[in-house]
């Protein structure tokens, strides 16, 4: 199916090149893929890649190049029809959905009335998918959460979500690389680190990878710990 | 190499340089100094690369002891610097004699000063930048604000005989003007009602107290969206004007998050950055509405201003 793709000046250095409207796994491919061909591109002039569900923003140096000439540019390359399979891993999170790790499994299991024993087999049976990483450095935006599993944010978010918590919002589910205020229901806690600055790349998952969530016990993510 | 101790931080003094690009699809935002245009120029006067790392001091500044003869110049807003207990003059370059210390206030204008050295600091560089981005602890020292007892290395450049490097003062102006916030039309400015748009653009808005780095949140007249108040997640662009839930404008500054799913009423445009990067807790602002091309013009002419600092002879 062809996706129609538009573009929206965003701000006076920023372009968004929008596909559709919806949220879905042809629309993130058409998105990784053009992320991709942008990053390769190492054209000077633009400066930053924000992908999104079903857009990406560049922002790019206005006194080098304009919205027209950069939509040009971009309209060739999706011309170009590329059908090279992305280089996209499949990653396994291990996860620790034990009670101190899990602050909200009951609240979720209740509201998704099932048993706790019943979220984690669900949670940890999914195929996801790496929609984009935002917000904050490394966290992944996840598509092919189960809709049972779907609860409410906090109310009141937490002024501080460790690093590594898995957690549910809303229909999403995601993991927090870095210790962070949030408002999603904290369900286990991964002893990987998803961010580290040092690293090349920094993030532990790239767009269009899929994850994962493997259970492991106390003692496990205690001994994987200690290769942080 | 020679150094500059932090004999005291002041209330929140960073190492900034131009950004960190190229991170953003990682979700991580630029940084940077809040007022680039201020350190820009001050690079420019001490005879460094206009994107060389300097301290950003915020509303009220530190103390710093200097181990050796250095080059110093002072940009942005006053904070009234002293040395060895005498009165400094902004915007333009100056000798500071081995062992002297340098003394910053509380701010007689705006919330950033900016303090170049000739050379530059020297920090190490992570992800291409030294900018420090506080809210995820990259880069600048340990990723956070300077301490007391900090030690600074400086690579230290000093020029045979002293002449001060001093810019038009009509420059200085002409840079500085904040009246108003020049914008162009947000991403989602069709989620609003033209009663409301009126209503953003005639109304006066107060900087409240809990803005930083990563966004500025305002008080003031509510705006109302005419449907839905969230939007499919999507890149946030720096200087964004989000509409959240509760109706008060929230600003994306240096350190903003990458994406978001708030409405965007509007951009703050690129030659405004600085002024937003001035701003205070209980200023008041207005926005204006200019088009895409007005919006360049104006980066343009500012452009030129600072090829002009850069061209004038040493």
Redesign the interface.
Known sequence: MKIPVSFFPASDCSLLVKFGEGISLDTHKRVSLLTRLLLNEKRKVIRNLHPGYNSILISYDPLATSHSELEMVIRKMLEQDIQAEPNNRSVEVPTCYGDEYSPDLKDVSKHCKLSPEDVIRVHSSAEYTVFFLGFSPGFPYLGGMAAQLSVPRLAIPRTNVPAGSVAIGGNQTGVYPIASPGGWRIIGRTPLRLFDASGDPPTLLQIGDTVKFVPISKSEFDRLSQYR | MTVVRVVQPGFQTTIQDLGR????????S?SGAADALSLRIGNLLVGNSEGASALEMTLVGGEFEFEERCIIALTGSDFKPMLNGHQLPMWQSCNVPAGARLRLNATNSGSRCYLCVAGGFTVHS??GSSSTHL????GGLDGGALKKGDVLQVKQILEKSFRARIIDERVVSALLQKSEIHV?EG?QSVYFSSEELDRFYVSTYVVSGDSNRMGLRLTGPKITHAGEAEI?????????VQIPQSGEPIVLFVEH???GGYP?IA????ADMHVVGQLKPRDSIRFRKVT?AG??AR??EQ?SLVQSIRSSPK
């Open positions: 690009f190229g991170y953003a699809h990682l979700g991580i630029a992570t992800l809210l995820t602890k990259l162009t991403l499919v997640t999507e890149g946030a662009p720096l200087g964004a998050q990458t994406t965007k951009n703050v445009i690129g895409f919006a360049l980066l343009r452009e």
